[in-house]
């Protein structure tokens, strides 16, 4: 099995940054689609931004376009979650995911496509 950790998330004001991490263990992670997704109270898991194993693609909510960007370090076995001019709306526990499935890009902003799950880390932006 593999296990995911989330790091990174806390309090900032309208407008400021977070970067998240996302560390996996197991020697496959090289292998995994990675996603972030988030989640506000009594709101629908909501997906954010996804990259192949290569890194060559990437897919992004259309509500974080040109503010957040998704990278991963392979030889780190970690993920990231660069979040600029952030919003009040976006204030959500922030959850790492893994998907042992070739890349599609139907596949990513599916909750149902992923195998493995992180326990989230919250973000608070406030006004």
């Known amino acids: 099995q593999v296990q995911l950790v989330e790091s990174g998330g806390g309090l900032v004001q309208a407008g400021g940054s977070l970067r998240l991490s996302c560390a996996t263990s197991g020697r496959t992670f090289s292998s995994y689609t990675m996603g972030w997704f988030r989640q506000a109270p009594g709101k629908e898991r909501e997906f954010v931004a996804a990259?192949?194993?290569?890194?060559?693609?990437?897919n992004y909510a259309d509500s974080v376009k040109g503010r957040f960007t998704i990278s991963r370090d392979n030889a780190k076995n970690t993920v990231y979650l660069q979040m600029n001019s952030l919003k009040p709306e976006e204030t959500a526990i922030y959850y790492c995911a893994a998907d042992t499935q070739p890349y599609a890009r139907w596949r990513v902003v599916v909750p149902s496509s992923y195998d493995y799950w992180g326990q989230g880390t919250q973000v608070t932006v406030s006004s």
């Open positions: 990259i192949s194993w290569s890194g060559s693609f990437t």
